[in-house]
């Protein structure tokens, strides 16, 4: 933590760490130390969220009349912080990160009153139809089809990789309206209930053993045109919005920072560890790096700045250095880490066909029992959010331009 905060800022920090230690409960701090992937699992999420909505912390970066806090980029980046060395669970971001944000920038009156209460209650649990089987990288290219009868569309197709989907009661999607002179025109983003009949989820196993995405078909299903977010055949627009946010919208370095103490604690009780604490050592110092730059991004979006190519910099740095950490911290596990023990960590969902010892116990520590799932897990961190390739072809395309 910086020593150059204010007097407000450190009185800030004091408040939030009250907080922390009055609402997080043990339970949602170990199941936050057991975690194998980067959203908690929903039902520990929903907890938290449920306790920050009641002190009015849950949307720092909304406008106040919304629930935000008004809060500075400081304080932001101090609450974030905070949380991290705490473990506060991270909540999925698909919501309240993305469509939130979304819909308070582009969404009708009539969609801002009935879906933010709703999004802050969590009541509704939204999850994030863009992708599909032929459609990644290159997004506008997308097929899942919505045609107009009266006031509804009837959409058939498919999403796939979607993140609690099996959760989640609503996703927004984009489809494809029309067929136009190019892929980005043609396309419209809109809000389907998951319940309507004609939506089937499928669950999609990672290797970790985790069952976090799905595949979700959608055969005429029916939508009201009132769902519709943005223009019709516009939604492309709505699409770019909402990626500045997912790229953008989370600071990497202070949950690394967190698991690069627990694994220098764990290094510290090893023999013949130089070689692994040389690693954790050239870690550290990119993390530093990782931070400073975090908080600078913050300072000139405060400032009035556009995430531009940056947020492009730190998705590449922060998902590539926590990769990195797992490298570490499944060598560091040792032997013990070959074991499949999910009952030993907290999951980021199901793990179909696993089954737990009826004593329950497990071997080795909680470290190790978590380091396999946690590895196999963040290699999908340069894949998800728009891959690093495609991050570095944004940096590229903007060089010339700086
Ligand atoms: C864990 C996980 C969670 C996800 N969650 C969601 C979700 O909730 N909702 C959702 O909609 N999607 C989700 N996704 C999907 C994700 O956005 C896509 O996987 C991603 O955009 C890549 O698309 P693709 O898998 O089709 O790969 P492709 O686009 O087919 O890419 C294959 C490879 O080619 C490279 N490549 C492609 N084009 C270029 C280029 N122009 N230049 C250089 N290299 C290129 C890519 O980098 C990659 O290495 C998730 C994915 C994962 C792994």
């Known amino acids: 933590m910086r020593s150059s905060w204010s007097d407000a800022d450190l009185e800030f920090r004091r408040e939030v760490r009250a907080f922390l230690a009055a609402e997080l409960t043990p339970d949602l701090r170990e199941a936050t130390r057991r975690m194998t992937s980067v959203y908690a699992p929903p039902a520990i999420a929903l907890e938290w969220q449920r306790r920050l909505q009641a002190r009015g912390w849950l949307v720092p970066n909304w ?3 919304h629930g935000g806090c008004g809060w500075s980029q400081v304080q932001s980046y101090i609450f974030t912080h905070e949380c991290a060395a705490a473990d506060a669970p991270p909540l999925s971001p698909m919501g ?3 469509c939130g944000p979304v819909l308070l920038g582009h969404g009708t009156p009539e969609q801002k009153a009935h879906y933010l209460p709703r999004m802050l209650s969590g009541e509704d649990f939204w999850c994030q139809g863009y992708s599909e089987t032929e ?7 997308l097929r899942m089809k919505a045609v107009r009868h009266g006031d509804e569309f009837v959409c058939d197709g498919h999403k796939i990789w979607t993140t609690h989907g099996h959760a989640a009661n609503m996703i927004f999607c984009l489809v494809r309206t029309a067929q136009l002179a190019r892929p980005q025109q043609g396309i419209t983003f809109l809000l389907i209930d998951m319940t309507t009949p004609g939506v089937t989820v499928q669950p999609i196993v990672s290797i970790s053993g985790e069952h976090i995405q799905n595949l979700i078909t959608f055969d005429a299903v029916r939508v009201p045109v009132a769902n519709v977010v943005g223009a019709i055949d516009g939604g492309w627009t709505v699409a770019k919005y909402l990626m500045e ?3 953008g919208g989370s600071l990497y370095a202070p949950g690394i920072q967190v698991r690069l103490r627990r694994l220098s604690a764990h290094l510290a009780d090893m023999e013949d560890a130089a070689d692994l604490r040389r690693l954790a050592a050239a870690i550290a110092v990119d993390i530093e790096v990782m931070d400073a730059l975090e908080l600078q991004f913050m300072m000139q979006l405060s400032a009035g700045g556009a995430p531009g190519s940056m947020a492009s910099v730190l998705k590449v740095l922060g998902t590539e250095l926590s990769q990195r950490l797992t490298e570490v911290e499944l060598v560091a596990a040792g032997l013990h880490a070959a074991a499949w023990q999910p009952h030993m960590a907290c999951p980021g969902g199901p793990t179909p066909g696993f089954q737990a010892p009826a004593d329950g116990k ?3 520590t909680l470290y190790a029992a978590k380091a396999a799932a946690k590895y196999f897990n963040d290699r999908a961190g340069s894949i ?6 495609i991050q570095r072809n944004i940096v590229w395309s903007t060089m010339g331009r700086r």
Do not use: H, K, Q, V
């Open 135 to 141: 459609s990644g990288s290159d997004l506008a290219s």
């Open 63 to 65: 406008p106040i009349e």
């Open 384 to 389: 998800y959010a728009g891959t690093n390739e």
């Open 362 to 364: 497990g071997c080795g």
């Open 245 to 247: 946010f997912e790229r």
């Open 96 to 98: 309240l990160g993305m």
